[in-house]
């Protein structure tokens, strides 16, 4: 049984071989129409269940988009229409949904579910996020970084903002793919611990980004935040709004890079997320390809 469930517990030869697989992929479709089939059919009869704890727009369309692209059918279900951890068992709904599809991608919130799901499904379970980790994301940021500034080996990432799932993600990255990632944010929004040796700590934003390949961020809150804690939150980071003042730290051929959707002029300014370094369009295409070669590594197709 091949899942995806992180980074960090994927090994590195094949998380090359899937972003080496998904550029391949992106350039046999080129000029194509969305809807045309690829001419490989890996996924041909099968059936992939996609699950939605959390609202998505790039998650589903992509993974939607993905299957029926590779030939497969999608059965898309949300929180509501399940009884995912209330009326039944995680391992029981997941032994059921076993019996009625071939691949199961879930994006839920916390990551025992995930895990749970791994454990009694018989068929690969794909992590589509989680509260701790978001790795679909970071592989179609990978992707899209080697596209237009070459291997990311022994570059310079920086993170700006809260050390969140998607930072996490980041970090399990700069081991398996060998760079260096700073995460500078204010101590209250430090990663977890058990992230530390994977990254180094820079208070400084300016200091930071100077020198970097690439710099990153994400959203200062999440839908299902208070308005109190978005007020402190957005206290807290608007220090560490990247902008153009910020972007002119880096080098001069650095990327930007946010995952969406964003809070344009929050985390970012606009200038900068529409400007000359901004590659967060390609990064969102890029979601497509990656989570298709991730869905042909699970089935070995």
């Not at 030869?13 to 194509?32: H, S, T």
């Not at 992939?48 to 029926?68: H, M, N, Y």
């Not at 018989?122 to 940021?141: E, F, K, Y």
Request: hydrophobic share 40%.
């Amino acid at each position: 049984m091949t899942h995806f469930l992180d980074i960090h517990t994927t090994p590195t030869d094949a998380l090359r071989d899937i972003i080496d697989n998904a550029q391949a992929m992106k350039i046999a479709r080129a000029g194509k129409p969305k809807g045309t089939p690829d001419a490989e059919q890996p996924l041909a009869n099968h059936m992939v269940a996609l699950i939605f704890e959390k609202p998505s727009t790039r998650t589903r369309v992509s993974f939607d988009v993905g299957v029926r692209q590779m030939g497969g059918q999608t059965m898309v279900l949300s929180g509501a229409d399940m009884q995912l951890g209330h009326g039944e068992t995680i391992a029981d709904t997941a032994r059921v949904l076993s019996r009625y599809v071939d691949l199961i991608m879930i994006r839920t919130f916390e990551e025992q579910t995930l895990l749970d799901m791994a454990e009694y499904a018989t068929v690969p379970v794909i992590n589509g996020l989680t509260n701790r980790t978001h790795p679909c994301q970071i592989m179609a940021d990978i992707m899209t970084f080697e596209e237009h500034n070459g291997p990311i080996k022994g570059k310079k990432v920086v993170w700006s903002g809260d050390g969140n799932n998607v930072f996490a993600s980041f970090a399990h990255a700069a081991k398996q793919f060998d760079f260096d990632l700073v995460f500078t944010g204010p101590p209250p929004l430090d990663p977890e611990p058990a992230l530390e040796g994977l990254y180094t700590t820079v208070r400084d934003p300016d200091e930071a980004v100077r020198g970097a390949d690439l710099v990153v961020t994400d959203t200062w809150v999440s839908m299902h935040d208070p308005q109190s804690a978005r007020e402190r939150r957005h206290n807290q980071l608007r220090g560490y709004q990247v902008n153009d003042a910020l972007m002119a730290k880096a080098k001069d051929d650095a990327l930007f890079m946010h995952c969406l959707p964003a809070h344009r002029d929050d985390e970012a300014t606009s200038s900068v997320m529409d400007g000359p370094h901004s590659v967060i369009f390609d990064e969102a295409e890029n979601r497509l390809h990656a989570q298709k070669a991730i869905m042909r590594h699970c089935l070995g197709v």
